[in-house]
């Protein structure tokens, strides 16, 4: 379900689109050479000087992407982690307005899935190049999520991994925030899938994704494409430390079934525990909570990305993006 016959308002033959920059200032260390190098290098491609928001710890982007839209900007660049990115999502699924994203936070969930990594010169690349494609979105509640939306262990995870460790190691850090849950007890769940009758597993987490790369490049989902209009669902139920190793192992290696792994699909996803559990959205933690109800919105977002053609990889091109985007971040900070 591409959408590429939709009509929208930027594309590759608009060459001055209005653009937005959404930006969580606590995650830029120089906000302002930031901020030369951003306007630099979008003036180097031709692009008008964008408007700038900051988020707050009260509105952490969504409140900036509405009144960004409402003031017509065409591409709204996401600089943050993945509380802002999602932020973003949430307020441009349903809107004709693109989103590029720079990533600034240690853990960007989405930009992994683009293949940037942290890396601005790609994200800048990425976008005034202006390659799109539109993407379905996840829901749940009034939130959207563009990678996917996880209850358990995946959670607990997040929970325990300090911005300190983040910031001095990285993604990796989260291998340790792992580490101190691997042994707590698994959950009674109930799922429904669409109308079918509930399953019932003792699962250590449930992941519904949309599209299936994991912190540090792991593809825990390869079957899931960010636009055929289904919810992948991930149901991870090891109970030993030699199951976790022996799912670590078949992850990395992506050689044939992964055990421990049951993989479900449908376009609505409700899960429900016994007990409360930790959630999140795109890596971001929500509210702890016994339920969750996830639905697929279609075609939903313009996103841009690397290589516009319906790839179910959206980190194709990634690395050569970022090799033009070095030329275009020298040419921004000379001027």
């Known amino acids: 379900m591409n959408g590429g016959a939709d009509q929208r308002l930027v594309t590759a033959g608009n060459a001055a689109p209005r653009s937005a920059v959404v930006v969580n200032p606590v995650k830029v260390t120089d906000l302002d050479q930031f901020r030369r190098t951003v306007d630099g290098a979008l003036d180097a491609a031709g692009w008008p000087p964008p408007t700038w928001y900051e988020t707050t710890v009260e509105d952490p982007g969504r409140g900036q ?26 307020a441009l699924a349903g809107t004709d307005v693109a989103l590029a994203v720079l990533p600034q936070g240690t853990g960007n969930l989405l930009a992994a899935n683009l293949g940037l990594s942290g890396d601005l010169a790609a994200g800048l690349e990425v ?49 340790v925030g792992a580490v101190k849950h691997l042994r707590d007890r698994p959950m009674r769940v109930w799922i429904r899938i669409d109308d079918h009758p509930p399953l019932r597993r003792r699962a250590r987490s449930v992941l519904v994704a949309n599209v299936g790369r994991l912190q540090g490049g792991v593809r825990l989902l390869t079957d899931a494409e960010p636009d055929d209009g289904w919810l992948d669902v991930a149901v991870l139920t ?25 993989i479900l ?71």
């Open 65 to 90: 992407t509405e009144a960004a839209v409402k003031a017509g900007a065409e591409v709204v660049l996401a600089c943050g982690g993945d509380g802002t990115v999602r932020a973003c999502v949430s």
């Open 238 to 262: 090891p109970r030993t430390l030699g199951h976790w190793l022996a799912m670590g192992w078949a992850l990395v290696r992506r050689r044939g079934r992964v055990p421990r792994m049951e």
């Open 265 to 335: 699909r449908g376009r609505k996803v409700e899960i429900t525990s016994n007990r409360a559990q930790p959630r999140e959205l795109d890596g971001d933690l929500i509210e702890p909570g016994r339920s969750l109800t996830a639905e697929i919105r279609p075609a939903a977002l313009w996103l841009c990305v690397a290589r516009p053609e319906c790839h179910p990889d959206l980190s194709v091109d990634a690395d050569a993006a970022g090799q033009r985007g070095e030329r275009l971040v020298e040419d921004a900070r000379r001027e």
């Open 127 to 175: 976008a005034v190049e202006r390659g799109m494609r539109r993407l379905d979105v996840g829901v749940v509640g009034d939130q959207c999520f563009a990678v996917m939306a996880g209850m358990g262990f995946d959670a607990q995870m997040l929970d325990a991994t300090s911005e300190t460790t983040k910031a001095r190691i990285g993604w990796p850090a989260y291998v």
